[in-house]
């Protein structure tokens, strides 16, 4: 068994989980790669240098809030997208609305989000936002009915490509995932292929 004061060796063990991983690692995950005790200042250093023999190349090393993960930088995606066709999913702005209130002045109840955005946020709304893995409880309001607490997860910073809620964009950015003002809505009913629909939020789509 190779000795792992070979630091060369140790940065290519890590290198390679990261390369073949589907999730994102954190250190705690990669110490788990070793039956030595690697301390994590050493592997946070390796990770670092990784990072950078990386940099410029067409996929890069990136530190996210659950944990670090290579990925294609932003400019290869038109290129990528054509091996994989699929339209991701996009949402109404009630949806949007709602996660970025919570985004922005986490934690809230769903009572606070009302009052900001002046309408009442239905049921659907925050059940796209938690079957998304976007929000979560975590915890309740000391006022009678003790109404949930939301706070949005590390895999909606993941997924943004965020390591902290430092790195959010100003509100305005989020727009993109908004379904766009041609009239999501078609004659059938239907939502276009892609959007995510949202019956009892219908009056709150772009138009």
């Known amino acids: 068994m190779p ?14 989980a ?3 991983a589907q999730e994102p690692l954190s250190v705690s995950m990669l110490k788990r790669l070793f039956t030595e005790d690697i301390k994590a200042a050493l592997i946070n250093q390796i990770l670092e240098e990784i990072q950078q023999d990386w940099r410029g190349r067409g996929v890069e090393l990136i530190k996210l809030s659950s944990g670090w993960r290579f990925r294609a930088r932003a400019e290869f995606t038109p290129y990528l997208s054509r ?13 949007m609305e709602t996660l ?31 079957e998304r893995g976007w929000i979560e409880v975590i915890g309740h309001k000391d006022v009678p009915g003790r109404p949930g607490l939301y706070a949005t997860t590390r895999k909606f910073l993941d997924d943004l490509g965020f390591h902290s809620l430092r790195d959010l964009p100003p509100l305005a950015d989020l727009g993109n995932l908004v379904v766009p003002d041609a009239g999501p809505v078609e004659a059938s009913g239907e939502m276009p292929e892609g959007e995510v629909p949202l019956v009892d939020e219908a009056e709150n789509l772009v138009d």
Not at 3 to 9: I, N, S
Not at 83 to 95: C, D, I, M, Q
Request: hydrophobic letters at 40%; glycine letters at 4%.
């Open 100 to 130: 970025a209130i919570i985004a922005y002045k986490q934690p809230v109840t769903r009572g606070d989000v009302e009052a900001i955005r002046g309408v009442t946020v239905s049921t659907s709304v925050v059940q796209t936002l938690l």
């Open 18 to 20: 990261l390369l073949t």
């Open 83 to 95: 091996l994989n066709p699929e339209k991701p999913p996009r949402y109404s702005r009630a949806v």
């Open 3 to 16: 000795l792992f004061t070979d630091l060369k060796y140790l940065k290519t063990v890590l290198e390679t």
